[in-house]
């Protein structure tokens, strides 16, 4: 009986930790999840092409900006937002598919 018991209080201490690591867990995850929704929803109605390929219709009305404002509005976003400039990259450099095709 006694072993009994102590397995069951086992089993009970060994879920509620499992639990309490599992939704202490997800508290974190909520900043990155609505960080890729925000993206998502952007991607779509910059490229309403996507949406429709999707199964979103909300941007059926429209068409992609094609325009040279719209390619250096993007541009500029990208360059913002990626930590290290592509300027740093040497030109004189192979790239990893050059020296693959060398092999």
């Not at 960080?35 to 909300?58: C, I, Q, W």
């Not at 300027?87 to 990893?96: F, G, L, W």
Request: glycine share 2%.
């Amino acid at each position: 009986m006694k072993t009994l018991l102590t397995a069951r209080f086992a089993i009970l201490l060994t879920c509620s930790l499992l639990l309490s690591v599992h939704s202490s867990a997800q508290s974190p995850a909520v900043p990155i999840q609505d960080f890729f929704k925000s993206y998502f929803e952007e991607n779509l109605k910059d490229e309403p092409e996507n949406a429709t390929g999707v199964g979103r219709h909300d941007y059926d009305d429209r068409w992609s900006d094609l325009s040279k404002a719209a390619a250096t509005r993007i541009s500029l976003i990208s360059a913002r937002a990626s930590p290290t400039s592509t300027s740093t990259i040497s030109q004189n450099s192979p790239s990893r598919t050059s020296s693959a095709l060398a092999c």
